[in-house]
């Protein structure tokens, strides 16, 4: 099972600022342990705080993947492109927002890509992405 | 580790109603595999159409067990009682819905409840209730 | 042909309150008028202040009568529940309001159970529920 | 009893158009079994695609005749003159709707002419204009 | 002279939840104070989670006694039929909240009842309760 | 000079409907002492009661007289055709309105016309007919 | 007959700022003009920046003149206590506009204060006060 | 291929009214420019000003010729009738607009009839009725 | 105890105006009432119809007294800035009204002022000072 | 004549996705016929994901060309950016989309760009394009 | 040059009120701080908590002197009226808050002002001041 | 002291476009004047048309260096984005605006990115620039 994890604007500065809000981890170093957790899956990786990169991705691995898990960070309540990236490929994509996004501006409750995703997980800090993962998985399990 | 799964309005019509969508299989079949995989775990299981009662029952254990499954179907969208109360008890709640409500009419798009649960999981089918007593045992697992 | 009347909040008040423009006539009395008329239908009443009865009530009588008339006083601006029972169930349920609800505040003027009610009948006193059993009178006609 | 029906606009091309939905039957063949039905009821009809026109006929028989049952189509969410038409005569008017608009376009849930009718029927295919008249007939009864 | 208070959904957590803010005080203690400072008055309490049976409370009481007291909790908010109870008794009703519920999210700025009651006294903390008592007895005091 | 007062719809029935409110007196007669007053102005009527004759007359009349007096009615608050109308001619528009409008339902606050016309006069019963004729005569005098 | 003109906030500049557009007249000459015309008439003026001088001044004259003209400048929009200020006064006042105001921005589209007015006018420039004093005049011929 | 153009409200004015702007053209010339550009094409052309006009033309025609052409000029914006008119009828109807609607005032950014119509063409001036003709030009090409 | 009352715009106009309502008693003769009734503090009184005049006062007693009653008429639902004055000084502010302003236009649902006040009470006629100054005799008492 | 047609995001897929929506020819492949029909045209290609570099082309291109003909996909609705550079630039920009975008959700009736391009073709699938093209085409006639 | 400063309602209380956060800097001390740094400046200073009083000192200095540094405080978000004075002067003036206002509640994100005025400096604490007098001095190096 | 000027869409066409308004110099010269008037401050220049190159900028000096100035251009009003770029640095950033933009269309008044930012400066010109880089010496100044 092939799946690749997406991260939008910003994500890049996990462990690096707000440090105990945070904590120390690097996405990369969280990413690791993820890789030791499913081991059984193989897991890539890409981040860009560019809207047009993250789109150029989704069409790159969209047709031969078997799922994506995807925070778009701050495109997520601004980018109509990035939806319809999701809605024109084939692989599922799975939602995941490290914090619970509801809780936070109004602005954030608003998801323009909730709707062309398989599902959302929000909230659960960095096991968010696990539960993604998992969520392919169980899936995969049935079939 | 103890875990209390409540379903809100309509959801004792599962495997009743609209079978091509839903399968033949009732929340208690489903509930009786959720036992079996998660066999470390203690879970219950509590039906309501009542916003009262829902309520009485988050007070009841609130206080007490390791955390609270809430699918609150249709009170998710108009019950400020049952926020009040998920705030007032000390028990973590997440909230799980099994179809994709960001895909519904605009009214399923805003939730009363997700500000004051610890996270939200949408759409995963019945798999939502699975991925969410899965995310207390992450919890778990680190304390 | 069986029909059930289900009346909600406040409507057992009737005949109670306000005479001067409601008449002394309690619902129990004109549902008495009401099955002489019809004395070829199996008519049936119930009537609760609660939600939650009323959702359940739904649910008994959903999937075996005939008909249902729904007056749901002010939780037809309210409730999504009661709407979503309605859309879950497979009788056919007609709405009902005796006074004309769009002459009144503009809470009034939405209601949440129009669209998934076969019809509407609203504005015409008491007679509003004589004219709903009389439709489902036609329906029968026909089949 | 004298009672007339009028139908606003688009409403002339029923049986013609869209047969699979609207079936076969024309308006004036329905109109002819309504007075078959209702045969000690003066009946007529009249069909404009006009607003003006709709109002010039609502002012020749609002002083003089016993009913009006009017589907203003789609007038019926653009016109506050025919509103102010209805307000101005005496003769009580019922509004029908044959689809059940509610289900519709959000613009097609709001009336302008709800609040100034007596009542209003909607949803129950052609049989509302049979339940409008009928309503005139339970009026009549009681006085 | 016969006065009830009717406190709304989560009010019974009084004095157990957030005492660092709420105090140690459960209602019950503050309602013996409040028994002793009227001591002329006949005082009566009633709590519930549920809408339907605060409805049912309302029209039990609200035919025969001089005046209620009510907390209707996160109801305020959302329930019209409590309203439409409200203005079906004769009873004059006195809304109270213990915080500035002007203070909160904006939901809590408007409230369905505050139009059917003779007053509101918001944001005295349980104090509220004490002048909403008090104003009962000015009026009894005038007649 | 010659001033052409052209009335919108529903307001054939001043004299007719309502007279209490309204008086017995037709605008018919209105406007013979109208003619009186300004025995030095050549005052013409026209009145319907669709949207479409009043553009056409205001295209008739819009390039050729001195000024119109324009009372659309309910059109005024749902016709910017009969707006754009009185932006294509030449001729200069007063509106005017015998009730004051800002007292009645918020639809009628908004005019489509009053930015297109040279200046509104609202509220003064038959007499607004008769200050806006005025209105012409100050500006003749001037020029 | 006394009338009064009240004139507010930055209406004293008048004549002195853009006199390409609005002349070279000042109101105090405007004013002198008016005095000639209506020579029968005691008129009377008072400017004032100040929504509480404006207040303070139609209490002290509004329950003994006959007539007040105002033209509140910015407050029209935004002042509620001048609209009470004249809801709680006798005398009649009438609303004037020298521009037209529905020509401008939105916010200079509602007036708090048309209805509580007995009429406005709008838009005729300096002769919108005559127009004014004229609609008194006419109410004196009829008494 | 018979092609029919209608034009809507005040359309009849071009070449009259502001010939600065649009030129001394009137339609009617225009008309006999593009009969010699589509020799091949057999089109006729249709004016009112009224609502109800538009709706009876668009039946008369709309289940035999092979396209239709529309510039409902302020209807457009806000009629729904001539929406539903379109709707119910075979042939495809392309809107035009001489001017860039999204260039003006907010409510001409609206048109009813886009969703109904096949294509929309706007600001273009006259140029804009001869892309229309062209684009079934086009798909006649094809079929 | 020092406490002083405040009242805004028009409120100096009580017991001259529509005394079938609001009774023939001045605010100064209820204030001597108040006086008595209190005879244990020090009660002063002030009115304005000035924002500015209301400001300075606040300003002025907002370090030193011991409680403000605050009647601020219209001003409470346009001035954000008397807001601002209390919110700035030390002394707390209690809000009344002396009707149920929820029963009126909209616009007056809405204070400016609350959120910043200790507490309001509203709908008590009269009354509504004197529940005022006995909530601060109640904070007394506990100190 | 030199024209640049520039594609937005997404639209690279065309051909690729849903084929049997939009048929097995990419744009690539219409871009051939397009030069074949329009031999005297220097017609070139530009397609880009980022919203920067669609600003970037306009940009290089704007100030040289005769014309733009620019599909910019999701960015229609949420780039202010892209508009900006139109109407920055000298060079005409016609806005073209494949789809009738006013049938689909409500966030795509809005274009940003509509009112600072020359005009807007929409509807005609890739017939848009040649019909864009075209209206350069017209232009250049008549100079 | 000659600039004046005007301080709008409540903020002759800095260094009195949230010393913590304002500091115990009064305006007065800041005031002649700022005299010294720019002094080839005739600076003066004005505050008033009255609306009117502010537009009658921007009337008075608004022909005649250099510029006009205005920190309207609440009137800022409310005061169509003060927007009217500046407009209607010649004086430059310069918009300044203290505090950043655009992270504060929304009402504060609204500035009736800004439009009329030259340019706005927010955010920089008592800075911002400077920053305002600064750009009048780089106006009048270029002149 | 080391400050970046970063420059958003569109503001590399400075000095090329529009000369009329917006003079013939380029921004890279109006740098260099900068650069000599702060001749104790290390300058550098940065822009781009990509929102995520601004916020690679952003993230790459954003926590090194001691100021950065911010003309986001239409990022300003549709990127959510950059304002979490600008939350997650520890560099103050301080907005920037050539035009007034509150006197722009609505869209241009609302900022994504105020709130994040220390502080804007809008509507000065070029000057807006040179006042902004003056704050960061006052900060300087005083530390």
Redesign the interface.
Known sequence: MNILIIN???L??LG???KSIYGNQSFDDYFKCLKDIFSDVSLSYFQ??????I??KL?EVG?SIDGIVLNA???T?????I???IA??NVPVVEVHIS?V??RET?R???FI??V????????GL??Y??AV??FH??NEKS
Chains 1, 2, 3, 4, 5, 6, 7, 8, 9, 10, 11, 12 share one sequence.
Do not use: M, W
């Open positions: 939008g604007p910003n890049n500065l690096v600022r707000e860009s705080n560019s809207e047009g990169a789109i150029d069409h047709f960070g701050a495109y309540h601004t980018s109509l492109a939806a319809d990236a024109a490929i619970n509801f809780k602005i409750h608003h998801s909730s709707s995703c398989k599902g959302s997980i929000v909230g659960f096991d968010s696990r539960l998992q969520s169980l899936l």
